[in-house]
């Protein structure tokens, strides 16, 4: 920080100094504003999963208590219990655990399938040319109605529905990568890596792939709200639910039969919590569009 | 609004060129209808004999499906199908699938359209006061907002909008479909546009009826996909407002409102083309919302007919949606040319 220690007048005056010049206390309230979304975010998947993996209630999620039936919200149970007699604060942050990592593989075989198709597909010629009028035909029809019948067909398995999520997120990724490799493909260092003799793969992978990771992080964010939303909905019609294991959908499903006799946080509390985690990840996309769009202008 | 006319005959040419080409893009969807049901992983005919089935119950539903033929066959007879317009019969009820079609696709098509109306009051209203204080406090609270309303699974909201406006203060009618229980108002006018219908006849007490039944529905589409027309309109407007000829139609000392108008007339193609989008999407999309209203609209059937793995009604649902969404994107396509002279297709020069 050497530069910065060049005057008094000169540390005083942050407004419309680069960041570089700034002091390092300025550098860091400056880096927390432009990150307090992303920061946001993160706080709020942290404080979900760390109370996922630890369990804070003195209940267990998977034992009903029939002597306790749809109680209201009480000291002795924050967000009250269901028609079994379950505790719904323990059952909510047990489904966190489900519905976190079937979104986290989903969007994780999505990316892996989604990157190299797309990588493929900026290829010049007939075989970039052909996997793109085939992702057309693709997503020509309802991908979420496409999902359905696969999970239903596959067995009526939640670890099925990785599949699901998947198959509608992986010609996002696809498509974002081509079009970015495509503009990548006309600048100086990728001529110039073919120059030296570098394979077509290496490349791809090695040069162009790099240069994407911003934009495809937004888009694993953006990928995963989608896809917690996407499983709320699918549990909540039924599709992929196998009783013991707790999902938020599952839950919202069994506490809707509530809706007309007033016991509204049967529903409620683990709506919150996808809405909640909903928007920590749109949050974080955000922070990281908002940033490319700083640096690059696009 | 005047048209060149040299643009207007251009228009006419690719109007006619597209729909030249809609019977094969048609058959496209139908062939995508047929394979997606016969390429799957599994066996439907197991899957919907059940568990405890034996050989003989397979080799009937087989029969039935006629899923004993080969794939080339059943191909061929299907697509003659609906070429006669016959598009089966469905494997439970015994119903035909273009009825079935017929009686849910009105009721959908009316609540998709009242929540999409509702979706651009609220998303562009929203959007346009985001453009307007942009770089300012008050554009981060409405993009908030936004980001708030697209997080919120529409069951949700749905429940929540139940539980306060019907069952705690009784304000809106019972969540039961387009009329309630009491159907006998709408007896014989099933697989008609309800709404639209009462409002030519002038019977304003079934009109009233019929709009107390479709608020909250529509209400919950309108607030969750109001986020996509929000963000789109955010995205166009405040740039617009920002170009060099709003900036001169402002230096001229024009109201307000009318520099608005000129720099709303820049982003209005990017809004309209995601209402048009959204639409094609919602019309067998809102599942979930009319299974939770009992709407009997088309997403509820086709979701039916998924569940149950109905084929010959799975390939209706799937032939149906394609044909709306190619639709769709056509009358896009030429309103687009028709309000936006920055757009040329295919022909000489210009992007597209």
């Given at each position: ?6 005057g008094?007048q000169?540390?005083?005056s942050?407004?419309g100094v680069a ?5 390092s206390s ?6 927390v504003?432009?990150?307090?979304g ?18 804070p209630?003195?209940?267990d ?5 029939p ?6 919200p009480?000291g ?7 028609r079994?007699g379950?505790?719904?604060l ?7 655990k489900?519905?976190?990592l ?8 999505a ?9 493929f597909?900026?290829?010049r010629?007939?075989t970039g ?7 057309d035909a ?8 496409l999902s ?8 009526n398995?939640v670890?099925?529905i990785v ?8 010609p996002?990724f696809a498509?974002?990568v081509?079009?970015?490799a495509l ?5 100086l260092?990728?001529q ?6 570098a ?12 240069n994407?990771?911003e934009?495809?992080?937004a888009?694993?964010s ?8 996407v499983i709320?909905?699918l ?7 196998s ?23 049967t529903f ?5 919590f ?9 949050l974080i996309?955000?922070?990281i ?5 700083q640096r690059?202008?696009? | ?6 643009r207007?005959r251009g ?6 060129r597209?729909?030249?080409v809609?019977?094969i893009a048609?058959?496209?969807?139908a062939?995508?209808a ?7 992983p599994g ?6 004999a059940?568990e ?14 006629n899923?004993?033929?080969s ?6 007879m299907y ?9 089966g019969?469905?494997f439970y009820?015994?119903l ?9 696709l009105p ?8 929540g ?6 609220i ?5 346009t ?7 300012r406090?008050?554009d981060?609270?409405?993009r ?5 309303t ?9 429940l929540i909008l ?6 705690v203060?009784?304000?809106a009618?019972s969540?039961?479909g387009?009329?309630g ?7 014989g006018?099933e697989?008609?546009?309800l709404?639209l ?7 304003w007490?079934?009109?009233?009826q019929?709009?107390g ?10 607030v ?6 929000g963000r789109?309109?955010r995205?166009?407007l405040?740039?617009?407002l920002?170009?060099p000829h ?5 230096a ?7 520099v608005l108008?000129?720099?709303w007339s820049?982003?209005r193609?990017?809004?309209?083309t995601?209402?048009?989008?959204l639409?094609?999407a ?7 919302i009319e299974?939770?209203?009992a709407?009997g609209?088309f997403?509820q059937?086709?979701l039916?007919?998924i569940?149950?793995?109905d ?6 649902f799937v ?5 709306i ?15 936006d002279?920055?757009v040329v ?7 597209n």
């Amino acid at each position: 920080m050497a530069q910065t220690d060049t005057g008094p007048q000169h540390a005083n005056s942050a407004v419309g100094v680069a960041p570089g010049e700034m002091r390092s206390s300025h550098v860091f309230f400056f880096r927390v504003r432009e990150w307090s979304g992303v920061l946001l975010g993160f706080a709020v998947l942290g404080v979900l999963v760390t109370a996922a993996l630890s369990g804070p209630t003195p209940y267990d999620p998977l034992l009903s208590d029939p002597s306790s039936i749809l109680e209201a919200p009480s000291g002795e149970h924050p967000f009250g219990t269901d028609r079994n007699g379950f505790d719904i604060l323990a059952r909510t942050f047990e489904a966190a655990k489900t519905d976190l990592l079937l979104a986290i593989e989903g969007i994780g075989l999505a990316l892996a399938i989604g990157v190299t198709v797309g990588l493929f597909a900026s290829a010049r010629g007939a075989t970039g040319e052909i996997i793109m009028r085939g992702l057309d035909a693709f997503q020509a029809f309802p991908l979420v109605v496409l999902s359905i019948a696969v999970v239903t067909l596959m067995g009526n398995n939640v670890e099925n529905i990785v599949f699901a999520i998947a198959i509608i997120n992986f010609p996002r990724f696809a498509r974002l990568v081509r079009s970015q490799a495509l503009t990548l493909r006309e600048s100086l260092f990728v001529q110039a890596a073919v120059a030296f003799g570098a394979s077509k793969t290496r490349v791809l992978f090695r040069h162009i792939l790099p240069n994407t990771t911003e934009l495809i992080l937004a888009q694993v964010s953006i990928g995963s709200a989608h896809a917690i939303r996407v499983i709320a909905s699918l549990t909540f019609l039924g599709i992929g639910v196998s009783p013991p294991t707790p999902t938020w959908g599952a839950m919202i499903r069994k506490g809707s039969r509530q809706v007309l006799s007033g016991e509204w946080w049967t529903f409620l509390f683990p709506g919150l919590f996808v809405v909640l985690t909903v928007i920590a990840f749109n949050l974080i996309a955000d922070g990281i569009e908002s940033r490319r769009v700083q640096r690059h202008g696009t | 609004m005047n048209i060149d006319p040299v643009r207007l005959r251009g228009i006419g040419k690719i109007v006619g060129r597209r729909l030249a080409v809609l019977p094969i893009a048609l058959l496209a969807v139908a062939t995508i209808a047929f394979f997606l049901i016969h390429l799957m992983p599994g066996d439907p005919a197991i899957a919907i004999a059940g568990e405890f089935a034996n050989d003989e119950d397979i080799q009937k539903v087989r029969e039935r499906l006629n899923l004993h033929r080969s794939d080339v066959d059943q191909y061929r007879m299907y697509i003659a199908g609906i070429l006669r317009g016959d598009l089966g019969r469905e494997f439970y009820t015994g119903l035909s699938v273009a009825g079935s079609i017929r009686r849910t696709l009105p009721n959908s098509a009316e609540l998709v359209l009242a929540g999409l109306l509702i979706a651009g009051v609220i998303g562009v209203s929203l959007g346009t006061v985001a453009s307007i204080l942009r770089r300012r406090p008050g554009d981060r609270v409405a993009r908030f907002v936004l980001t708030v309303t697209q997080s919120i699974p529409d069951f949700l909201l749905a429940l929540i909008l139940i539980y306060w406006l019907y069952t705690v203060f009784e304000f809106a009618p019972s969540p039961l479909g387009r009329i309630g229980v009491d159907t006998s108002a709408i007896a014989g006018r099933e697989g008609s546009f309800l709404l639209l219908g009462s409002v030519f006849r002038g019977e304003w007490v079934l009109t009233r009826q019929l709009i107390g039944h479709m608020f909250m529905p529509a209400f919950t589409v309108g607030v969750v996909y109001s986020a996509y027309l929000g963000r789109v309109t955010r995205a166009a407007l405040a740039p617009a407002l920002d170009s060099p000829h709003v900036e001169f139609a402002r230096a001229c000392g024009l109201r307000p409102l009318t520099v608005l108008r000129y720099a709303w007339s820049e982003a209005r193609t990017p809004a309209i083309t995601y209402f048009a989008i959204l639409f094609g999407a919602l019309i067998g999309g809102v599942t979930i919302i009319e299974t939770i209203f009992a709407w009997g609209g088309f997403g509820q059937w086709g979701l039916q007919a998924i569940l149950a793995l109905d084929i010959p009604a799975i390939q209706g649902f799937v032939l149906v949606t394609g044909t709306i969404t190619l639709l769709v994107y056509l009358a896009l396509d030429v309103l687009i040319l028709i309000l936006d002279p920055r757009v040329v297709y295919g022909g000489q020069g210009g992007t597209n």
